[in-house]
């Protein structure tokens, strides 16, 4: 093929094209009904995304007060845990002080035992002689036979 055949034949291709593109179509009705097809969707799609957007909007609105009750909750765990602590700190320091009491009390009981027990035993270091005995001498101007006499008492069984 010569130069100029393919010339002609490219040209005849574009004719066309043009020629079929700028063919409209012709089948009216059914155009129409694509039309009305596609613009219901859109309004089917456009109440959705409404919606969408307002369901959006909502859920952000609970995540915020989610956001700040999970706030409130923190602090107020802070301030649990702050309490907490100084209840444990005052429970160690009583707990302490219950300690050297009882220590203190034990001490005391462990002293008083050895203080009765040092007077028991110097009580019976006085019940007995220590020096032999002396007659005793009377001091009085009576004598023995002129004391008065007491009645002797029945005692009970």
């Known amino acids: ?4 055949h393919q010339a002609i034949a490219v040209l005849l291709v574009a004719l066309f094209g043009l ?3 700028s063919k409209a179509p012709t089948d009216g009705g059914l155009s129409a ?4 097809t596609v613009e219901t969707k859109l309004a089917k799609l456009e109440d959705d ?3 969408a957007s307002s369901a959006r909007d909502q859920l952000r ?14 602090a107020q765990t802070e301030r649990l845990a702050k309490d907490v602590k100084i209840k444990d700190e005052l429970i160690e320091r009583r707990t ?4 050297q009491t009882v220590s203190q009390y034990e001490g005391f009981r462990k002293g008083l035992k050895e203080l009765i027990s040092k007077a028991e035993e110097s009580m019976a270091k006085s019940d007995a002689p220590a020096s032999p005995a002396v007659p005793a001498t009377p001091t009085s101007l009576t004598k023995p036979s002129e ?4 009645p002797e008492l029945p005692l009970p069984k």
């Open 61 to 74: 609105k609970k995540l915020s007060q989610a956001e700040e009750t999970q706030a409130e909750l923190q």
């Open 33 to 36: 009904e694509k039309l009305k």
């Open 49 to 51: 995304f409404r919606a």
């Open 147 to 150: 004391l008065p006499v007491v």
């Open 96 to 99: 302490s002080e219950r300690d």
């Open 1 to 4: 093929m010569s130069r100029s």
């Open 19 to 21: 020629w079929g593109c």
